[in-house]
């Protein structure tokens, strides 16, 4: 396959901003967009809600109105962030947007931008942040074929990318559904209610946070051993470790106190929000919880984990975490106050009725997981393959 020059294969339209302390600029009818509003965009066409210029705001800058099948390509903060639009929009300073002339397609247009876009990062040039200028940007040699085999290449991988895209969704879909099953089971406020510290095994240590200050040094921690398990690694509902730190064994025999084991409770004691909540899974080593982080071990006779974990997780948590959380560098609250949060509490049967519905979900989320993890890999093996000239 040849490739040409990106200038040749449309207009290159750079976009404006009109000056932000005019209030008689903005709020009118016509889309403008950033690079922001595309952050979280997943598509091929961009179909959101920007905000708005008024004419006087249009023409008070070099802003240009794009028409629908424009590509929308983010030169700075990032570079990378690409779209076709749906409807005739205009842009801030930081696209260089294609207008495509009749040698090339929209979509395939597209797509070879995304697999050109590592490229095209490597081009950035700045001090303060990368940017692609619009000399650069139109010097980008596009891997290039006549139209009937721009749109084959096209189609193929519209429908590969659609794939990934319902994959995905389905993914998200699975990933609400205990907190639905919760509130569907247990929004019920009849049941009697225990504080929280009476939910914990009877003995000592079972509802704690990591160790204080002298207690773990920074200096203690190693790259192999016992795991150290940071806030980071707790999500809603689902814990997966993302830290690289570790102690000696004969550290963690000394803060044995402050251990996690498979089954017990872990909770974000900071955080935005504070208070999320996520079971040790049995596939981890015992680890040892730091200070911000929360351990629970529950007493099965009286709660499953999983119902902990799903309560945490809930509003009706949430309402409750409200009334001791304390503003500081992040929303906190205190391990004593939290030990005093009240619990309802159904008859164990529900609770493993919910149980079992949680552990069924996360079978198929692994699934789900496997199978967006095999779509994308076709979506990136197609675009190696359509545009590696």
């Not at 961009?46 to 800058?61: N, Q, R, V, Y």
């Not at 099965?300 to 309560?311: C, K, M, N, P, R």
Request: aromatic share 10%.
């Amino acid at each position: 396959m040849q490739t040409v020059p990106l200038c040749e294969l449309g207009e290159v339209v750079s976009g404006s901003t009109p000056k932000t302390g005019v209030p008689e600029f903005w709020d009118g009818d016509i889309p403008w967009i950033t690079p922001a509003d595309l952050s979280n965009h997943d598509g091929i066409y961009f179909h959101g809600s920007p905000k708005k210029i008024s004419k006087a705001g249009f023409e008070s800058c070099s802003t240009a109105m794009l028409p629908p099948g424009s590509i929308l390509f983010s030169s700075r903060a990032p570079i990378g962030h690409c779209a076709l639009t749906a409807y005739p929009v205009c842009t801030n300073q930081g696209f260089k947007n294609i207008v495509p002339n009749k040698r090339l397609d929209p979509v395939y247009g597209y797509f070879a931008l995304k697999f050109l876009t590592p490229t095209i990062v490597a081009m950035g040039r700045g001090a303060t942040f990368a940017e692609i200028n619009k000399q650069l940007f139109e010097s980008v040699q596009v891997p290039y074929c006549d139209l009937p085999e721009q749109r084959r290449i096209a189609r193929r991988l519209e429908q590969a990318d659609r794939l990934c895209r319902t994959r995905r969704y389905a993914h998200e879909l699975t990933d609400t559904f205990p907190t639905a099953a919760f509130l569907e089971l247990f929004a019920d406020s009849s049941f009697p209610r225990m504080a929280l510290e009476e939910l914990a095994m009877n003995e000592r240590n079972s509802l704690v946070n990591g160790p204080f200050g002298s207690d773990l040094l920074t200096s203690e921690l190693t790259d192999s051993g016992v795991p150290v398990i940071y806030i980071r690694d707790i999500s809603s509902g689902r814990y997966e470790r993302n830290s690289s730190v570790f102690v000696t064994p004969a550290k963690a025999a000394e803060l044995k106190f402050c251990n996690a084991k498979p089954g017990d409770v872990l909770v974000a004691k900071v955080g935005d929000p504070p208070g999320i909540a996520a079971i040790y899974p049995a596939t981890e080593p015992e680890g040892i919880v730091t200070q911000d982080v929360i351990r629970i071990r529950p007493n099965t006779d009286l709660v499953s984990a999983f119902y902990l974990q799903g309560f945490l997780n809930s509003r009706l948590a949430y309402q409750e975490m409200t009334k001791i959380m304390v503003e500081g560098t992040r929303l906190r609250f205190s391990l004593g106050q939290f030990k005093e949060i009240s619990v309802p509490l159904p008859p164990l049967p529900l609770q493993q009725k919910f149980a079992g519905m949680v552990e069924r979900v996360e079978c198929l989320r692994a699934v789900q997981q496997e199978a967006l993890r095999q779509a994308e890999h076709l979506f990136a093996s197609l675009l190696h393959r359509a545009f590696n000239a």
